[in-house]
């Protein structure tokens, strides 16, 4: 059974530039949050959805942005690209409302 | 605030020698606990998870862990490690029936010595 698929697994984008970053949960998993790590950090929480209805939200400003799909895929946006939002981006997927099979990540680079 | 917290950012074992890795947790109420593990550069693998009952959680690649709701903790151990268990290791938590997504502490680096 395929895993947590994330894409692209590398990029470098530019400050002020848009990134759409994008999540294909494992098969019959409803459930998929979005969690950002900087170097050196834990994970933090910046979205979960279920069912395709925002649940929630951490403390990421307005730039950051997602949705999920009806057949349960999910994109994470974020606008005008900061140096600091230079991270790995990591999806997970679960049958119910929390996410706990993650995916390999999405290596974001803003220079 | 919610908050996890690992006390020991590194940890050297020797190949062999037995493993704890502390974890304290700051909840209203108890909340659902996780432990996962990461190689660099690679996305976080899971462990082992407690939602309710035995406190004594056994999880793959030989790992358990303890839940003890009096001192908020939520240690892993394993008997003896192996050189590839070296990596980092983060314990985790959300609470029960929210979408507040799941808190991490900052993680542990374990080392392990031939």
């Known amino acids: 059974d395929a895993g947590v698929t994330q894409s692209p697994t590398h990029l470098i984008k530019t400050r002020g530039q848009h990134v759409t970053l994008r999540c294909s949960p494992i098969s019959g998993h409803k459930s998929v949050s979005w969690y950002q790590q900087v170097l050196g950090q834990g994970p933090q929480f910046i979205f979960q959805y279920y069912e395709k209805e925002e649940r929630g939200r951490g403390n990421f400003p307005d730039r950051f942005s997602a949705r999920q799909f009806p057949n349960y895929s999910s994109e994470l946006n974020v606008n005008a690209l900061l140096l600091g939002d230079s991270a790995l981006y990591l999806c997970?997927?679960?049958?119910?409302?929390?996410?706990?099979?993650f995916g390999s990540g999405t290596r974001l680079t803003v220079v | 605030a919610q908050s996890v917290t690992q006390p020991d950012i590194h940890i050297t074992v020797s190949e062999g020698a037995s493993l704890e890795l502390r974890c304290n947790y700051s909840y209203g109420a108890t909340p659902y606990l996780f432990w996962y593990v990461q190689s660099p550069g690679q996305g976080l693998q899971l462990l082992l998870k407690?939602?309710?009952?035995?406190?004594l959680v056994q999880g793959i690649k030989g790992f358990e862990a303890e839940f003890k709701r009096s001192q908020s903790s939520f240690n892993l151990r394993k008997p003896s490690v192996h050189w590839s268990d070296a990596a980092e290791y983060f314990c985790?938590?959300?609470?029960?029936?929210?979408?507040?997504?799941?808190?991490f502490g900052k993680g542990t680096h374990l080392i392990i010595q031939p």
């Open positions: 985790a938590a959300s609470p029960r029936g929210g979408a507040d997504g799941l808190t």
């Open positions: 407690y939602f309710s009952g035995d406190t």
């Open positions: 997970a997927s679960s049958l119910v409302d929390r996410g706990d099979t």
